[in-house]
């Protein structure tokens, strides 16, 4: 099984920004769909951006579009989280998990198809905490 080690979290202050690092190691990321989640204090975790195998699908939380990118380096095994603009909301522990599933489904509130990020039975690492404040 894959093993993995998050890095990068960090104190920044608003409008800062950070990348996080997912190292893995035991087998390749390359071929397997990876999501980044968070949970901050007192709320339930949840999915801020995923990718798909093959990086044809990639989810992002409406709270974080066009702040945050994730990006893969097979070479190294290793996949990023790129977080811009941040907000002290952004506060979190940020953590990294492997065999995500990426859904589509209808939205009543939004009268759209949304995208949805669930954890599936795969591997997460220990987390690392991100501190956005002045």
């Known amino acids: 099984q894959v093993q993995l080690v998050e890095s990068g979290g960090g104190l920044v202050q608003p409008g800062g920004s950070l990348r996080l690092s997912c190292a893995a190691s035991g087998d390749t990321l390359a071929s397997r769909s990876i999501g980044w989640f968070r949970q901050a204090p007192g709320k339930e975790r949840e999915g801020v951006l995923c990718?798909?195998?093959?990086?044809?699908?990639?989810y992002y939380a409406d709270s974080v579009k066009d702040r945050f990118a994730i990006s893969r380096d097979n070479a190294k095994n290793t996949v990023y989280l790129e977080m811009n603009s941040l907000k002290p909301e952004d506060t979190a522990v940020y953590y990294c998990a492997t065999d995500v599933a990426i859904r589509a489904y209808w939205s009543s509130t939004y009268r759209a198809e949304r995208l949805t990020c669930t954890a599936g039975s795969g591997s997460w690492g220990q987390g690392t905490q991100v501190t956005v404040s002045s």
């Open positions: 990718i798909t195998w093959g990086d044809r699908t990639t």
